[in-house]
């Protein structure tokens, strides 16, 4: 069964500091795509980014980065100089064989960026 | 290009009575998938939807039903709710052929159950 652990709750940062998020994934397929998604008070989900269990290049989108390791099943998930406008709460999230397939979602970060 | 869209916003039932939510996928999508969403937790995969038929479900008992409608609308039933019940529901779009993609999702439906 697929399944996603974010180990902590509520993170605080100063505005301008970087952030990195944890996430610890397990499945027993060969092929699974990963995702981070944000989700501001308002409710809706918001994708970030997705990666496919068949590369783990990392690479950085604007001030999103993230780091792939199949070998520890983690993919972390670093802001960058952090706004104010990235708090929000923040779910990795693992779906199986398919990236438009069911997803498993982990408890979420909740990050709060003080000005 | 309209996204995925929900209705009501809020809802607030009693216990033992029945919903049902909507959900609009985004122009294009012909998969729609339901989550629950409780206070403080991630996302729980309900079930998904595809050519009207369920395909895929989650953890959750026969209380929980759904429809899609040829146009790709979807309803998300509930009966004899429970105060458990009491979540943010998530609807989220796809395409079904193409696996490479993620799921949108709309705004959500909250619903209290007192």
């Known amino acids: 069964a697929q399944k996603v652990t974010q180990a902590q709750t509520e993170i605080s940062v100063v505005e301008k500091e970087d952030v990195t998020l944890d996430c610890v994934y397990e499945?027993?397929?060969?092929?699974?795509?990963l995702f981070w998604y944000k989700q501001p008070p308002s409710g809706e989900l918001v994708f970030l980014i997705r990666?496919?269990?068949?590369?783990?290049q990392n690479e950085i989108s604007g001030r999103y980065s993230w780091n792939f390791q199949k070998s520890t099943s983690s993919f972390n998930f670093t802001i960058t100089a952090s706004q104010v406008v990235d708090s929000a709460v923040y779910f990795c999230?693992?779906?199986?064989?398919?990236?438009?397939?069911?997803?498993?979602f982990g408890k979420g970060n909740q990050v709060v960026v003080i000005p | 290009d309209a996204g995925v869209t929900q209705s009501p916003t809020h809802l607030i039932k009693t216990r033992g009575q029945q919903v049902t939510l909507r959900c609009s996928p985004k122009?294009?999508?012909?998969?729609v998938s339901w989550y629950q969403q409780a206070l403080g937790q991630g996302p729980q995969f309900i079930f998904q939807?595809?050519?009207?038929?369920?395909?895929q479900r989650g953890n959750f008992p026969d209380r929980f039903s759904g429809h899609q409608f040829p146009n790709y609308s979807s309803e998300l039933n509930v009966n004899a709710l429970l105060l458990g019940d009491s979540a943010l529901y998530l609807c989220?779009?796809?395409?079904?052929?193409?696996?490479?993609?993620?799921?949108?999702f709309g705004p959500g439906t909250r619903l209290t159950v007192t």
């Open positions: 499945t027993r397929d060969t092929t699974y795509y």
């Open positions: 990666r496919n269990s068949f590369d783990e």
């Open positions: 999230a693992l779906s199986e064989r398919y990236g438009n397939n069911r997803l498993a």
């Open positions: 989220a779009s796809s395409l079904q052929r193409d696996t490479l993609s993620e799921q949108y």
């Open positions: 939807y595809y050519e009207e038929e369920e395909r």
């Open positions: 122009s294009g999508h012909d998969t």
